[in-house]
Structure formats: structure tokens, C-alpha cells
């Protein structure tokens, strides 16, 4: 009881430090419309529209959110003595500023963060920031009226903004024409000890590497050029000055025109050597500065040897997104080298061993999104990552991938994270088993039917393994495959159904089982290992000789493809028998449906040729095809006629044309075949939506065996041929003679499980 008590004075003592001390007296009121909150005894005050007159005292952070009615900032907006404990201000406008009158922050002597954003700024007084000798953050991001010209005399104003550090002039000069940003713009930087300048998304037409490097070179950490926009050249130093401080350099998506022509592209690449000035960078970001498609980069042969600067270890290296299609040259060896390296993007189909080899201090590496299974049939492919001892992340996805060597990460012990997602692999062919720490391996979205026992192996492995004291944990991803559940992947559905290994998204995994997207579970294997009874059932019935039982233990064994194929030529050939001995399972093989508006073209291209494709595989089938008008008796109903047609046929053959799709009829034939469970053929006369076609067919569209006419100068031509669309008639055909058959099989095993029971 005590203690609660004490528990509950302890809150109540909590609440009251936090808010009684701090609520507005009658004489700090917040401003009328503004919100006022406070921190450690601080205010925050947010106003809508317009710059408050006087604060709360104590106020260190003010905002204005879009002011309205009002042309220019002066020092009249900021006379009241409770402004000068204001620290950072910031103040926005997309309607009316269009101008910054001299000496209007020199009230605010406390000021170090600034941010101003008026969209339709003009002019900006050079003695705009005068007296702000605290500011160490200046941001004039979204001001595009402004220009370098206009800026650079504002802060050349002596004894002001001592204290800047960090710049920020996103989109700057936008509206304007190009100036140079040349040594005007940078000399008076110079006497300030600046290490954020961020130009993104600003215009310019010269850039003058030379002067940054020599006004700034010492003092700045981070460039961020990236989205800015040149459309002259950079003007590279002539005697290396290097920043020798630059944690990130960021240039990424910059549109310099001249980098993006052949010329450029050269140049800009024997520029990125020991002399490109920005080398000595932590985290050099160069995505998409060579992204023309016009022209993919191809590097052979070595790059230059300079001593301009010697081998370090950097953080990071971004080439994403540069059409570098091929990259067979090698690093100087001086050169430095990096541990993450993102080169994703790139269309990449070939990567030299040179390249890796120098990177031997590589942690990360984003490989996604380029060709690299062009690498497949070279072998050293094998080889290609083996000095990259230290590798812990490697992302190899969206790169085609079918085979990938045995032992490719043969040396990369340290491996956590392997993706390989969105490749076409069909297996785990290459060795995983001694990748002690891997934790994370993305096979999802490829051709995995399932896993062999080699692969199972592996990952029952992984996932017991322990490093030292601690064990790491393993998990698999492997959705968006084509799983099969069948006689054949029973060890695989198996070991999924009992297995500890962690299944990353385990409960959305689904098979194919019987042509059924099922979840996978222990019905699911139940029924797979029943497939296997049921597989040799039906080769029993159908071998007689000596040699089939031999084909029996081949059949289990090989594959579903093959499995598919046989089972395929059984059905048809079993149709074939049933119509040599003269007794046909329906009377008419198929039912033929199409619109009286295409008469024309059915006449023309199907029935014939259809009929007599069709009598050319079936002994003694006449009556092969069921016709409408043909064969309907005078005088009947014609519902009642079609009704009887279809369930006298084995499969249904709809002409799809948009005739087709808009008339009551035929969606009122595709609705008593549905209802028969019919097999059934699409062959589309024309191009139509799925979504168009009568409901029934759509929902099932992907079921269907589809075919489609294809029109070239007035030629029409099925594709798939004839031939094919025949087989998949008589295969749809055969197949439900089976399914009566193997209906009876599992009845009596049905029967048998009971008496067992
Ligand atoms: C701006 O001025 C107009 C008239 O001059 C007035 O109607 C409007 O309310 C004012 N808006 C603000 C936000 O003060
Ligand atoms: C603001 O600055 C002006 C000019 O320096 C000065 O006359 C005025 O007293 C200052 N206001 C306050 C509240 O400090
Ligand atoms: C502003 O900087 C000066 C030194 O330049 C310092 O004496 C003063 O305390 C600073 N004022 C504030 C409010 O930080
Ligand atoms: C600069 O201002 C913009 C717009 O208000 C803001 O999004 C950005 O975060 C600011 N940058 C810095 C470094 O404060
Ligand atoms: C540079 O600016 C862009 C756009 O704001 C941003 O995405 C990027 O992260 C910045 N780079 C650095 C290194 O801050
Ligand atoms: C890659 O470069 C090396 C060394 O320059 C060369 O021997 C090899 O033939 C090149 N490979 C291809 C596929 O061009
Ligand atoms: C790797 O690169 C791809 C393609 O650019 C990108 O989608 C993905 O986010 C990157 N991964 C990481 C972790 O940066
Ligand atoms: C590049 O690789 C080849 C072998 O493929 C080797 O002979 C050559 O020395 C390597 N060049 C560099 C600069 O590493």
C-alpha cells in the first residue's frame, strides 16, 4: 500500500515539475493565434501568418509559417527586447516577401539558426545579416529568386556571420539566370569556419573547383551538390588541391550536360583517379551523373597511376544508376578503397576481379539491379569475391541469375545478409553451409520449385550453428516462387512442415498441389505423399511389360517436367484408345462457341481446319466437333439444344472476340459449361481485356488453356500452331476420363483407410 501511495506522489510530483512551474502568466501571454509550448523552461511559439510583436520571455525558437500581407522583412518586425533571447527563427512565405531590408535580424543578437524560405524573394540587402555574429546555421533553402551575386555581398559584409558553419542554399538561383560560382562566392567564405554547404538542387553555370578548394578546402565536411544544375563545366584545380577534411561529397543526380556526351563521360571517368578533388572524401555519392542512355560505359585496360594520393580506407562509395555496363579496368593501387560500395543500377554484365581485388576492406556491397548473370559463363565468376574476406552484406538481386558458381562465397566467411531475390534461380546450387553467421538469405521472387535435400541440409545447419557463445539466427525468405507440392518435393514439403529452421513470413508460403494454390501444411503433405501412391497406380495400369516397371522407378525419380510430359502423352494416348475401340467418352469431343457476328471468320479459319486436324488424330471420329447451327434440331428450344450439346462434349472451345464478350448468348453458354466443370479453351480472334470477358471466364482466365489469332498483312495465324492447341484439346479431353478413374482409386483407398481405422 506504501509503496503505492509513494508511486502515485511520484507521478503527481512528475506532472506538476513538467507543468505547473511553465504555464503562461498572464504577462508572458502567447501571442493572439500562435501556439506556445514549452521545454526546460524554454518557449517554442508557432504562428500562421504573421511575425508576433512580442514573446513570452524565455522564447528561444519562433516560427512563421507562411506570413501573409506584408512585402518586406526589417528590423521594425523584431523591436521588442523579448526578441533577443530568441536562438533559432524561422521564417517562410509563398505569397508576398519579396524583400530583405538591411540590418533586419540585428535585434536578435542571440540568433544562431536561421532558416528564411520566401518564394518570391527579390532582393536581399547586403547588410541583410548584418550584426549576426552568434548565426552558425544559415538556411536559404526555396529561395529562387535570389542569386549567387546578390548572396555572395551579403556575406561579404565584414564583421558578420564570424560564426557560419553551416550554409544551406537548396534550389538557390532557380528562377534566375546561370552565374558562375566562382572565387567571388567563395573568398569571403573563406574567413568563416564553414563545414556544411549544401547547393542541391541550385544553378549554376561555371563552377570554380579551384577557388572552393582554396578558400574552403580546410574547413568543410560536407558538400552536398546532389540535383543541382550546371550547364557550364567544372574548372578542375591545377595543382591538386585536395579537401583533405571532406567527410561527404554528394553529387548525385546533377545534371552537368557536357558529362553526359561521350566527351564527358571520359573525361569525367580520368578525372575520378587520385586527381579528382573531392577523392579524399569518407562517402563519395556519384549516382546518376552519367546516366545517359545514350551512352553505356565500358571500362578495359587499367586507369592511370598517380601519386596524387595514397591508399586509405574511405567509408563509402555510391555509383548507382551510370549506365556502367562493363567495368574490367582496376583501381590505381593507391587509389583509396572502401568499405560499402553501392554500384546498383548500373546494368553491370561484367565486373573484373581487378576491381573487387582492390577492394579488400569491403563490408557492403549493393550489386542489385545490374546483368551479372553475363558472368555466368566466364570462371572467374568463381573467384570474383574471394579477396573480399571481410564481406558482411551483399545484395545480388534483379540480376537475371539462373547458375551461380559453386563456390562463389567460398571466402566470405563473415557473410550476414545474402540477397539474392528476383533472380531466376531454381535451387541452391552453390555452397551456404560454411557461412557460419549468415543470418539472412533472400531467395524470394525466383523460379524455386524447391529445395533439394543439399539445400535443406544447409540450412538446418545454418540455423544450429553457434559462433563462440552466441548463436546466430538464420532465416530464409524464399515468397514469390512457384512452389510445387507433389510426389516428387515431398522431403521439401516435409521439412517445411516440421522443420525449426526460422521461415522468414512463414504463414504466406503457398504450392502448387493438383494445379491448387493450397497453403503449405500438413494437409498439404498428407496429400503430397498420397501423390506418390496415386502416380504409381496409374503407371501400374498402364504398364504391361517388363521394361515399364523399370520406367516406374525412372518416372518417381525424374522430375515434374518430365512427370508433366508423360502424364500428358498417357491422357492422350488413352483418349486415342478409347476412340480406336469405337467408344468415345462423350458424344462430341468438343463444343464449339462462338458469336453470330464472327460466323464469317469461324467458317473461314477454325471449323475445317479444326475438324480435320482433329479426325487426323482420332480413328473414327466423325462427330467430332458440335456446331451450333449445325447440329441443333429444327424445332427445339435453343437453350435446351446447347444445354444438351455441352454436356455431350468433353471440352469447351470459346472464340473470343469483343462480339463475343458483349452478347447475353454466349455469356449464357460459358455459364452452363462452367457449371458442368468443362474443360475449356480460349482462342482469342482479337486483342480483348480479361476484364471484359462474362464473368465466369474471367474469374477462372488463368485456368484456361488460351490461344490467340494473330493478324500480319491480312494473314491470320494461331499461336500457339495447330498442333499444339490440338494436343491440349485432346490432353483436356483425356484428362477427365482420368479424373473419373483416379476418383475411383481414391474412393476405395478411402474405404480402405476406414476399415483400417
Ligand atoms: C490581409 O489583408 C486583407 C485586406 O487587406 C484582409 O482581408 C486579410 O484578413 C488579411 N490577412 C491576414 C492573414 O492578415
Ligand atoms: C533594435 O535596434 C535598434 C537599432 O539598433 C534600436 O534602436 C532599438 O532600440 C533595438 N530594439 C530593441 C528592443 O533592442
Ligand atoms: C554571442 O557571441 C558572443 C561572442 O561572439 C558571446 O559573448 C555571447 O554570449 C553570444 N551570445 C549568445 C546569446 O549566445
Ligand atoms: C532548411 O530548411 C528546410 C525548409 O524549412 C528544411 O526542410 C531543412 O531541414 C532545413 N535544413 C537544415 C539543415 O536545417
Ligand atoms: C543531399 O541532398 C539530397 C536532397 O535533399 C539528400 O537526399 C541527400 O541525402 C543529401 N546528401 C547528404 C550527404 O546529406
Ligand atoms: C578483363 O581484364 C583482364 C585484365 O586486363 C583481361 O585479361 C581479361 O581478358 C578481361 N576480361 C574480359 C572478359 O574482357
Ligand atoms: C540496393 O540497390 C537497389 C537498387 O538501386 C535499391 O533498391 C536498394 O534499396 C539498395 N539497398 C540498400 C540497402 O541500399
Ligand atoms: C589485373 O588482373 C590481372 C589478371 O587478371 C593481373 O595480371 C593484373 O596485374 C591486374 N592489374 C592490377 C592493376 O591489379
Given at each position: 500500500m506504501d509503496s503505492i501511495l509513494k508511486a502515485i506522489s511520484l507521478v503527481v510530483f512528475m506532472l506538476g515539475v513538467s507543468f505547473l512551474p511553465h504555464a503562461l502568466t498572464t504577462f508572458d501571454a502567447c501571442p493572439f493565434s500562435c501556439k506556445c509550448s514549452s521545454e526546460n523552461v524554454q518557449y517554442e511559439v508557432v504562428c500562421p501568418t504573421f511575425i508576433p510583436q512580442s514573446l513570452p520571455s524565455n522564447t528561444h525558437f519562433v516560427q512563421v509559417e507562411n506570413i501573409r500581407n506584408k512585402s518586406t522583412i526589417n528590423q521594425?518586425?523584431?523591436?521588442?527586447?523579448?526578441?533577443?533571447?530568441?536562438?533559432?527563427?524561422?521564417?517562410?512565405s509563398n505569397t508576398d516577401i519579396e524583400e530583405i531590408e538591411a540590418n533586419a535580424f540585428s535585434n536578435l543578437t542571440g540568433l544562431s539558426?536561421?532558416?528564411?524560405?520566401?518564394?518570391y524573394l527579390k532582393n536581399l540587402s547586403p547588410s541583410a545579416f548584418s550584426d549576426l555574429q552568434n548565426l552558425s546555421l544559415l538556411n536559404m533553402s526555396e529561395n529562387g529568386g535570389i542569386s549567387f551575386t546578390q548572396l555572395k555581398e551579403a556575406l561579404s559584409i565584414p564583421n558578420s556571420l564570424q560564426n557560419l558553419q553551416e550554409l544551406i542554399l537548396v534550389g538557390l538561383n532557380r528562377d534566375n539566370y546561370g552565374e558562375s560560382v566562382d572565387s567571388t562566392f567563395f573568398e569571403p567564405l573563406a574567413e568563416k569556419p564553414l563545414r556544411f554547404l549544401d547547393l542541391t538542387r541550385a544553378f549554376f553555370t561555371v563552377l570554380d573547383v579551384e577557388s572552393f578548394s582554396n578558400a574552403l578546402g580546410d574547413t568543410i565536411q560536407v558538400i552536398n551538390m546532389s540535383h543541382s544544375f550546371s550547364v557550364g563545366k567544372v574548372i578542375m584545380p591545377s595543382n591538386h588541391n585536395l579537401f583533405p577534411n571532406l567527410e561527404i561529397f554528394d553529387i548525385s543526380f546533377t545534371t552537368i550536360p557536357w558529362m553526359k556526351t561521350s566527351v564527358g563521360v571520359n573525361l569525367a571517368l580520368s578525372y575520378f583517379d587520385c586527381y579528382f578533388p573531392f577523392v579524399l572524401a569518407n562517402q563519395l555519392k556519384l549516382n546518376a551523373i552519367l546516366d545517359s542512355k545514350e551512352f553505356q560505359v565500358r571500362l578495359n585496360g587499367e586507369t592511370r597511376i598517380s601519386a596524387n594520393c595514397e591508399r586509405q580506407i574511405r567509408k563509402r562509395l555510391e555509383l548507382s544508376n551510370n549506365n556502367f555496363v562493363w567495368l574490367n579496368a582496376s583501381f590505381s593501387p593507391n587509389f583509396p578503397t572502401y568499405q560499402e560500395v553501392d554500384i546498383s543500377n548500373n546494368g553491370v554484365m561484367y565486373l573484373g576481379a581487378n576491381i573487387t581485388g582492390h577492394l579488400s576492406e569491403l563490408v557492403w556491397v549493393n550489386l542489385s539491379g545490374n546483368k551479372l548473370s553475363h558472368m555466368e559463363q566466364y570462371p572467374e565468376f568463381e573467384t570474383l569475391f574471394q579477396k573480399n574476406i571481410l564481406l558482411e552484406w551483399m545484395d545480388l538481386s534483379s540480376n537475371g541469375l539462373t547458375n551461380i558458381?559453386?563456390?562463389?562465397?567460398?571466402?566470405?566467411?563473415?557473410?550476414?545478409?545474402l540477397i539474392l531475390a528476383n533472380n531466376k534461380l531454381n535451387g541452391i546450387f552453390f555452397e551456404i553451409k560454411h557461412l557460419q553467421h549468415l543470418e539472412v538469405l533472400d531467395v524470394s521472387k525466383n523460379l524455386i520449385a524447391f529445395f533439394d535435400n543439399s539445400a535443406l541440409s544447409s540450412f538446418e545447419i545454418l540455423s544450429s550453428s553457434e559462433v563462440g557463445e552466441t548463436s546466430t539466427f538464420f532465416s530464409v525468405q524464399f515468397t514469390e516462387n512457384e512452389l510445387l507440392c507433389s510426389c516428387e518435393t515431398v522431403d521439401f514439403v516435409r521439412w517445411f512442415v516440421t522443420t525449426n529452421v526460422m521461415i522468414k513470413n512463414r504463414d504466406v508460403y503457398t504450392?502448387?498441389?493438383?494445379k491448387e494454390v493450397v497453403l503449405i501444411d500438413t494437409n498439404t503433405l498428407k496429400e503430397s505423399k498420397y501423390q506418390c501412391e496415386k502416380t504409381k497406380i496409374i503407371i501400374i495400369s498402364v504398364c504391361t511389360s517388363l521394361a515399364c516397371i523399370g520406367l516406374l522407378g525412372l518416372t518417381i525419380g525424374l522430375g515434374r517436367y518430365i512427370y508433366r510430359r508423360r502424364r500428358k502423352i498417357e491422357r492422350i494416348r488413352r483418349l486415342v484408345n478409347k476412340y480406336r475401340v469405337a467408344n468415345p467418352p462423350n458424344k462430341y469431343l468438343l463444343f464449339l462457341s462462338f458469336c453470330s457476328k464472327d460466323d464469317d471468320f469461324v467458317s473461314q479459319y477454325v471449323i475445317d481446319e479444326l475438324r480435320h486436324r482433329l479426325q487426323e488424330r482420332l480413328p473414327n471420329g466423325e462427330n467430332l466437333v458440335c456446331i451450333g447451327d449445325q447440329e441443333f434440331e429444327l424445332g427445339k428450344f435453343i437453350i435446351e439444344e446447347i444445354i444438351k450439346c455441352i454436356e455431350a462434349s468433353s471440352v469447351m472451345i470459346f472464340v473470343v472476340s469483343k462480339a463475343f464478350c458483349e452478347s447475353n448468348y454466349c455469356e449464357y453458354e460459358t455459364i452452363v459449361a462452367q457449371l458442368d466443370r468443362k474443360p475449356t479453351v480460349l482462342m482469342f480472334r482479337e486483342e480483348v481485356e480479361p476484364k471484359k470477358l462474362p464473368k465466369v471466364l474471367h474469374k477462372h482466365f488463368n485456368q484456361f488453356v488460351r490461344a490467340r489469332w494473330i493478324q500480319d498483312d491480312g494473314v491470320y495465324s494461331l499461336k500457339p500452331d495447330w498442333d499444339k492447341v490440338c494436343d491440349s484439346i485432346l490432353e483436356l479431353a483425356g484428362k477427365s476420363l482420368e479424373s473419373e478413374s483416379t476418383h475411383k482409386i481414391e474412393q476405395?483407398?478411402?474405404?480402405?483407410e476406414r476399415s483400417f481405422a
Open positions: 521594425q518586425d523584431f523591436n521588442s527586447a523579448s526578441w533577443a533571447s530568441v536562438k533559432e527563427l524561422s521564417l517562410s539558426h536561421l532558416h528564411i524560405h520566401f518564394t558458381p559453386r563456390n562463389v562465397f567460398q571466402n566470405n566467411n563473415k557473410l550476414k545478409t504450392c502448387y498441389l493438383n476405395t483407398e478411402r474405404d480402405c
